[in-house]
């Protein structure tokens, strides 16, 4: 990758990771405070896997495209 290609990547990703991060500790204090921590837990638990193999299909589907 070339250098001022890295450097966008980087200032791309960057605030969405932390943007993230703070949007999923909020939610997950909301959830903990009014149902618990077993709930929030749970969907934790079922979220995690669903979003990651989310976004495996969809690389997945966005290199089949560019293959071609």
């Given at each position: 990758?070339?250098?001022?290609?890295r450097?966008?990547?980087?200032s791309?990703?960057?605030?969405?990771?932390?943007?993230?991060?703070?949007?999923?500790?909020?939610?997950?204090?909301?959830?903990?405070?009014?149902?618990g921590?077993?709930?929030?837990?749970?969907?934790?638990?079922?979220?995690?896997?669903?979003?990651?193999?989310?976004?495996?299909?969809?690389?997945?589907?966005?290199?089949?495209?560019?293959?071609?």
């Amino acid at each position: 990758m070339a250098p001022a290609t890295r450097g966008t990547a980087v200032s791309l990703f960057a605030p969405r990771f932390f943007l993230g991060q703070s949007l999923g500790v909020m939610g997950a204090t909301h959830i903990l405070a009014t149902a618990g921590i077993v709930p929030m837990l749970l969907i934790a638990a079922v979220a995690t896997p669903a979003i990651g193999l989310t976004l495996a299909w969809l690389l997945a589907l966005h290199r089949r495209k560019t293959a071609t």
